[in-house]
């Protein structure tokens, strides 16, 4: 039978899962990206990972956070039309050394876009409606993203922040889920676009010369960390309970 989740059943697992402590990343799920924590989190919750539509826990989505992060991821979405990630990257990329071997050359499209103002490359984003929005490359419309299907996904988050050990995306990365709130009703994404609070963020590369295809590890459509409880219309710290 299915468990059902309602906030009193989430708070009361939260305190099982805080009161491990630092939690360690397994062997056989150790992922080489920012999703090992989430992952992790899904796992204390007996929570298959998926993308899909559905929220994990019935009427609530599940995030986690690391506590030093200063973006949280809300989705990876392809553009409905114009550009593709990768006519983007053929368009924009750079050349630049491996951050890994400074002897390897890389061709690069690492690029953080705001609606606040044009990026080093550029580009920014536009609000088209409520769920939709466009990527510029000045006068130009590159592309346009629908997110609606993630909106309502979205709608109704549980947000927990983790406490780290070790070295960020390492195996010996262990996490302490010590605070969570509830997070009701986003705001217009034209507001968060214009207020630069959700950004757009491409990450691809491939080596100089190399006839393997480019690595894209996205589109990430993200809000920065430091906005995000003013990016919802309710907000409320469910966990630890205040007594």
């Known amino acids: 039978m299915k468990k059902i989740w309602d906030i009193n059943a989430i708070v009361s697992q939260l305190a099982k899962i805080e009161a491990k402590g630092f939690i360690g990343i397994n062997g056989s799920d150790y992922r080489k990206d920012d999703g090992a924590i989430g992952q992790i989190l899904e796992k204390e919750f007996n929570i298959v990972e998926n993308n899909l539509s559905t929220r994990d826990l019935g009427d609530f989505e599940l995030k986690a956070i690391r506590q030093r992060s200063k973006t949280i991821t809300l989705c990876h979405k392809k553009p409905i039309s114009g550009l593709t990630p990768l006519q983007l990257f053929e368009r924009f990329s750079y050349v630049k050394p491996s951050s890994r071997d400074s002897s390897l050359l890389k061709r690069k499209l690492f690029t953080t876009i705001t609606g ?107 809000i920065s960390k430091s906005k995000i409880l003013q990016s919802f219309k309710q907000v409320k710290k469910i966990f630890p309970v205040s007594i």
Request: glycine share 6%; proline share 2%.
């Open 116 to 222: 606040k103002r044009e990026n080093s490359l550029g580009l920014k984003l536009a609000g088209k409606s409520h769920s939709q929005f466009d990527l510029l490359f000045k006068n130009e419309r590159l592309s346009t993203w629908d997110i609606s299907e993630q909106l309502h996904k979205i709608s109704s988050i549980i947000l927990v922040l983790a406490q780290t050990e070790g070295t960020t995306n390492s195996r010996n990365e262990k996490f302490y889920f010590y605070e969570a709130f509830l997070m009701k009703d986003i705001l217009d994404i034209g507001h968060l676009i214009t207020q630069g609070f959700l950004v757009l963020d491409l990450c691809i590369d491939q080596v100089v010369n190399s006839h393997k295809a480019p690595h894209d590890r996205g589109p990430h459509i993200r």
